[in-house]
């Protein structure tokens, strides 16, 4: 089944979410540590995964071009939207705190190569262990995240199966489009640039200022195709 590793991964983050409202009682000022060390550690893996960038151009023009992209469509505002009607559904312990939960949490785990390469995995080669890994580390993650930023983290779920779900089902057809060779280069360029934007999430969690990081998510893809341009390119000119 090739969407059994999307489905688990899902409900990892479900199952972690809930988890964690029974924490919820944690007083303020640990809470506010231990985001602190959250934030820190995303800080951390962002600069890791950008630091394995083989293109630094192609890098900071993904991520301006992406900006430009994400702030003329307004995927931020779209996200935030969707988060303040959970928000009216639903209620909420505090004003945003459903929106502030489910954005992040969105975020965190759609961005990064693991996600990508485990649902390609499943579409490829119907293996799914990749995508079990992340459903620990996101489960793990998400009764941490919900015990701080409340209950909207759990709906970051929907998101997470639609996005690896459809990378799952057209990774059936990727080889009839791109080599192993480019498709390689393409993950890692991709790796770095997620790298930048989770570094800017893990700003926003220790709230140093606030970026809107769903705006850059356009740049993930202009990474991916830049590295066979860059390659034609390189090709007509040499």
């Known amino acids: 089944m ?8 899902a409900a990892a983050i479900i199952v972690g979410a809930l988890l964690g409202r029974l924490l919820s009682r944690i007083p303020d000022s640990i809470r506010q540590t231990v985001m ?6 995303v800080i951390l893996l962002g600069i ?43 209620g909420g ?7 502030t939960g489910f954005v992040t949490a969105t975020l965190v785990y759609c961005i990064g190569a693991m996600g990508v390469l485990g649902a390609m995995d499943s579409g490829l080669r119907d293996n799914h262990d990749i995508l079990y890994t992340k ?5 793990f993650s998400a009764i941490i995240f919900s015990s701080t930023l409340g209950i909207g983290v759990l709906f970051s779920a929907v ?11 057209l990774s ?4 009839n489009v791109v080599s192993q060779a480019t498709l390689d ?30 705006n850059m998510l356009p740049a993930l893809v202009i990474a991916a195709l830049g590295v066979p341009i860059v390659g034609w390119l390189s090709r007509l000119f040499s």
């Open 36 to 41: 602190q060390g959250i934030g820190l550690a």
């Open 48 to 90: 890791k995964m950008s630091l394995g960038t083989n293109n630094f151009l192609l890098m900071i023009v993904s991520i301006v071009l992406g900006a430009i992209i994400g702030e003329w469509i307004g995927i931020e505002k779209g996200l935030n939207s969707l988060g303040q009607w959970l928000e009216r559904k639903l």
């Open 159 to 169: 998101p997470v199966f639609v996005y690896q779900g459809i990378i799952a089902l």
């Open 185 to 214: 280069a393409m993950l890692v360029e991709l790796t770095a640039v997620g790298g930048l934007m989770i570094i800017a999430i893990g700003i926003n969690v220790l709230e140093i200022k606030r970026i809107n990081v769903a």
């Open 135 to 139: 459903a620990l580390i996101d489960g």
């Open 2 to 9: 090739i969407l059994l590793g999307t489905l688990v991964n």
């Open 172 to 175: 059936t057809q990727i080889y």
């Open 93 to 99: 312990n505090r004003e945003g705190s459903i929106a």
